[in-house]
């Protein structure tokens, strides 16, 4: 499922490795409480831009650079099935693949490179969900294409759109599920796959999404996560009522901004967790950055570069940095009620990392070989610099995530 719109008029053509853009100014700082730096006992840089719910003070796994990895990618595109057509950057015709040859490295410690056969080992006889948006989906892909290596993923459900799927490794007793619920709270969507809307969306701030609700007491872990979704125009609901809305012009309603309903629907989903009788191991992922420039996604934006930013070369935008405060504030709240409940809660931080991979997003190969045909400077593409091509960046979330797993 792609978060995108039709065809643009825009005129993007994909540019070589050649092509790179003046360095952005450097990253804003993000507010950290003693509160939270004492509930997380980790290390916190002096900016506050990096920390994360680790038991252990010896390293943040968060705050590092992208270095050139001669190893390459655990897969390929023809070594793993389970690449949606979208994010099949190479098959697709991108013509470099040096985007593959980066691995995330924390400056003050080695992170471990992730290992299947041990993941699959600590996960026996286990339930693993990603809920969230189409970028979760993203990371289950990543993560199936690895542990398949090792043993053939069956998958033993989908719903009927294949947005929410269940993969079963029947040699661990292993559940991997990833659930689509873009608001984590229940709302009526009228998108088809490519983002043409027929309705405007109607989102119920006090009322979670059954679509996982319903099977919560079925896992022993999940990951979950916001973001972008909530930035579309929407209405809305609260006691049965309607509340406000976001960007609803001629709606005569009040306008409470992205913002309010982010915040709403983090507390209600967190809250939930915190207090349930059923403890799940939680991990909240931070905002994912997009990489568009000189245009958004649709009017016109790209994403050409082909190697990683190096820290202090971009900055997070406006809107990035309005949803990371949001989410923190959540979470801090969060991790206080589940620290006193005995929950283990921990924040999965990829908004720096990501932030400095541009080079990793589809662009305009989220489609077979775009640019063909008589004039390929001609062509109409429309570019994908939200989610990543697999193999790519986000393969080294799953080292992040084993590390939490094994020793956080």
Not at 116 to 128: A, G, I, T, V
């Amino acid at each position: 499922f792609i978060q995108l719109s039709p065809v643009l008029e825009a005129d993007p053509e994909f540019v070589e490795e050649k092509a790179w853009s003046p360095p952005l100014p450097p990253v804003a700082d993000a507010p950290v409480t003693d509160d939270l730096r004492a509930m997380n006992g980790s290390k916190v840089s002096d900016n506050g831009f990096h920390f994360h719910d680790l038991v252990t003070a010896k390293c943040d796994i968060f705050r590092g650079a992208w270095v050139p990895d001669s190893a390459g990618p655990f897969y390929t595109t023809s070594t793993c099935r389970l690449i949606e057509d979208h994010q099949n950057c190479m098959k697709n015709g991108r013509p470099d693949s040096g985007y593959t040859r980066w691995r995330w490295t924390p400056h003050d410690c080695e992170l471990p490179r992730f290992n299947p056969e041990r993941f699959l080992d600590f996960m026996k006889n286990k339930s693993f969900a990603f809920i969230g948006d189409s970028i979760s989906r993203n990371h289950v892909q990543s993560l199936l294409c690895i542990l398949s290596q090792v043993e053939p993923a069956l998958e033993v459900y989908h719903d009927k759109e294949y947005k929410s799927k269940r993969w079963y490794f029947p040699s661990h007793d292993f559940t991997l599920s990833v659930i689509w619920s873009p608001f984590l709270t229940k709302a009526s969507i009228f998108e088809d796959n490519d983002g043409v809307s027929t309705d405007i969306i109607q989102l119920h701030l006090d009322e979670l999404d059954t679509v996982w609700l319903e099977q919560f007491k079925n896992f022993d872990y999940i990951e979950i996560a916001g973001g972008k979704w909530f930035l579309k125009t929407a209405i809305y609901h609260e006691n049965n009522t309607i509340s406000g809305c976001h960007n609803c012009r001629g709606k005569n309603l009040t306008e409470l901004g992205f913002e309010y309903a982010y915040q709403k629907a983090l507390n209600a989903t967190l809250k939930f967790i915190t207090s349930s009788k059923h403890e799940v191991h939680t991990f909240f992922r931070t905002t994912t950055p997009d990489h568009f420039e000189n245009g958004e996604w649709n009017t016109g934006g790209y994403c050409n570069r082909t190697g990683p930013f190096k820290l202090g070369e971009v900055n997070l935008s406006d809107i990035d940095a309005v949803m990371r405060k949001i989410e923190l504030e959540e979470f801090e709240k969060a991790a206080a009620t589940g620290l006193k409940n005995g929950l283990n809660l921990r924040l999965f931080d990829t908004t720096n990392l990501s932030l400095l991979r541009p080079d990793g997003h589809p662009g305009p190969y989220r489609v077979f070989h775009p640019f063909t045909g008589k004039d390929k400077n001609a062509a109409k593409v429309q570019n994908d610099c939200l989610h990543w091509c697999l193999p790519g960046p986000i393969d080294s979330w799953n080292d992040l995530i084993m590390e939490l797993l094994l020793n956080g």
